[in-house]
């Protein structure tokens, strides 16, 4: 009798589902809770610290720059594209005041740094994937380019994830894929884990040699955001040459 009442009552639901709708994914209010939980915490946790270091505990101010870079990296996303570039430099750098060591400082803030963009990339994922799944993923994957760009995704779908999370130059296009495509969220999460662990490792690592200054930081990031826009100009573009340069269906040659 539960069996039977169960089948009605998905047979119901899938009836009322618009054409084109899909399943919803799992654990999506979990995880939206679970962000708007870590983000609370980052923010009280940065509040409590810059209050120690007001009354003199300057050992608390490292702290609170790790909280403070966290809880905005955990924003930077497609949803809100602000620049990551110049807080990992300055929070790698000696006047932020991390921690003495150079190597703790490029340590902390890879590891740190690319946990808090896998949460927001992982709020990226679920975020789109609720608007897709009310008819729109249908439709974007009976496209052509779609069509093709899940043959090369499907190829190396956990490199080619590392390596956006690696390049300085943003492309969706990429992580959409992966959203459509339903990859999973855990080789999702560790993927770009590794890309942009290794990004700000780098980064973190030039601040440390060279002992930016704010100024020489700001410098940076702009010539990282004119890089980028290049990219988003560039890539669209090139998408189109391949598509025009495809050969097309030979006169004749199709089947009657």
């Known amino acids: 009798m539960a069996g039977s009442v169960s089948d009605v009552t998905s047979?119901?639901?899938?009836?009322?589902?618009?054409?084109?709708?899909?399943?919803?994914?799992?654990?999506?209010?979990?995880?939206?809770?679970f962000f708007v939980l870590w983000?609370?915490?980052?923010?009280?946790?940065?509040?409590?610290?810059?209050?120690?270091?007001?009354?003199?505990?300057?050992e608390a101010s490292g702290l609170w720059l790790l909280a403070l870079m966290c809880f905005y990296l955990s924003l930077c996303s497609a949803l809100l594209p602000l620049p990551t570039a110049w807080i990992i430099l300055f929070a790698a750098?000696?006047?932020?005041?991390l921690a003495d060591s150079g190597l703790a400082r490029i340590a902390l803030v890879a590891v740190f740094g690319a946990l808090a963009t896998?949460?927001?990339n992982l709020t990226e994922y679920h975020g789109l994937a609720w608007l897709l799944r009310h008819g729109l993923g249908h439709r974007v994957r009976q496209a052509r380019i779609y069509q093709w760009g899940v043959r090369?995704?499907?190829?190396?779908?956990?490199?080619?994830?590392?390596?956006?999370?690696?390049?300085?130059?943003?492309?969706?296009?990429?992580?959409?894929?992966?959203?459509?495509?339903?990859?999973?969220?855990?080789?999702?999460a560790l993927a770009y884990f590794l890309g942009r662990g290794v990004r700000y490792a780098l980064l973190a690592g030039l601040?440390?040699?060279?002992?930016?200054?704010?100024?020489?930081?700001?410098?940076?990031?702009?010539?990282?955001?004119?890089?980028?826009?290049?990219?988003?100009?560039?890539?669209?573009?090139?998408?189109r040459w391949r598509h025009w340069a495809a050969p097309g269906p030979v006169n004749g040659s199709s089947a009657e």
């Open 93 to 97: 750098g000696p006047e932020a005041g």
């Open 118 to 120: 896998v949460v927001a």
């Open 39 to 58: 983000m609370v915490t980052l923010a009280a946790l940065a509040l409590a610290m810059f209050d120690r270091y007001e009354r003199g505990h300057t």
């Open 152 to 188: 090369w995704f499907d190829k190396a779908p956990f490199q080619a994830l590392a390596l956006v999370g690696f390049v300085p130059i943003p492309i969706d296009a990429i992580r959409w894929l992966a959203i459509l495509r339903r990859y999973p969220r855990m080789r999702f």
């Open 11 to 33: 047979a119901i639901l899938d009836k009322r589902r618009a054409p084109g709708a899909e399943e919803p994914l799992p654990g999506t209010r979990v995880w939206f809770a």
């Open 207 to 239: 601040s440390v040699m060279l002992g930016l200054t704010p100024l020489q930081i700001l410098g940076i990031q702009i010539g990282l955001v004119l890089l980028a826009v290049c990219g988003r100009i560039l890539w669209p573009l090139a998408a």
